[in-house]
């Protein structure tokens, strides 16, 4: 499968994404994670990038462009891939198109997670995630059996600075600004199809199966 998880931040496109690649076997890439990893380590990149996440605004295109292309070159695609997170803009969504062409491995499907603003806002403010392994938690939603802690790996969970009520405001604005118009950019490309990311866990997840099965991809 070679899938784009489209959707405002609070969609759920992360952990449908990592419930998918447990059952399919494709490789997951998150700009998102590539970011928090590259912060964490303090590389050049992380470096610029945190101050564009800390406020909630998009990293520069080229930054997150060559981090997804150079994973797609290198990394192991022949399960397919799951983009999360990716494309954000048009100009990410073109730069995409050609990597993908000059690797004959064009996109079969963008899922949109159509979800509600109450939805987004109780999955954001209750996120929790795993500051060893980047495991994702909410508080309500899918508690970790011990509070505050991993079920995976026994790491600290944490809030990210980026889920805090103000900071969320501004990524549904620059959501609604920069990335909406993707869903008109992929529809016109027939490439297009909606499920309802206010479902729960389990729910969607046997949603978006359905539609990777009725699109052939698994
Ligand atoms: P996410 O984990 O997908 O919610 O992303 C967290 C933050 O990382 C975003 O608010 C942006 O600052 C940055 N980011 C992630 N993906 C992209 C992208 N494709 N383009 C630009 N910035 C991104």
Do not use: W
């Amino acid at each position: 499968m070679r899938v784009v998880l489209l959707g405002p931040p609070g969609a759920g496109k992360g952990t449908q994404a990592s419930v998918l690649i447990k059952k399919y076997k494709a490789l997951h890439l998150s700009t998102g994670d590539l970011l928090r990893e590259a912060v964490k380590l303090g590389t050049a990149v992380g470096k610029e990038a945190k101050t564009y996440m800390d406020r909630g605004e998009l990293v520069p295109d080229e930054i997150v462009a060559r981090m997804i292309t150079d994973k797609l070159r290198s990394a192991p695609t022949q399960n397919g891939f799951l983009l999360d997170g990716f494309p954000r803009t048009g100009k990410q969504a073109e730069i995409l198109d050609a990597a993908l062409a000059e690797l004959s491995l064009p996109l079969e499907l963008v899922i949109y997670f159509e979800t509600g603003a109450a939805t987004i806002l109780s999955r954001l403010t209750g996120r929790r995630v795993c500051r060893q392994c980047g495991a994702n938690y909410h508080v309500v939603n899918i508690p970790p059996k011990k509070a505050g802690v991993c079920d995976a790996c026994g790491g600290e969970l944490y809030q990210r600075t980026d889920d805090q009520e103000a900071t969320i405001k501004n990524r549904i604005e620059v959501y609604n600004r920069q990335t909406k118009e993707l869903i008109d950019y992929y529809q016109a490309k027939g490439l297009l199809k909606k499920v309802s990311g206010d479902l729960e866990v389990e729910q969607l997840f046997g949603i978006v199966s359905g539609v990777l099965k009725s699109a052939g991809l698994v």
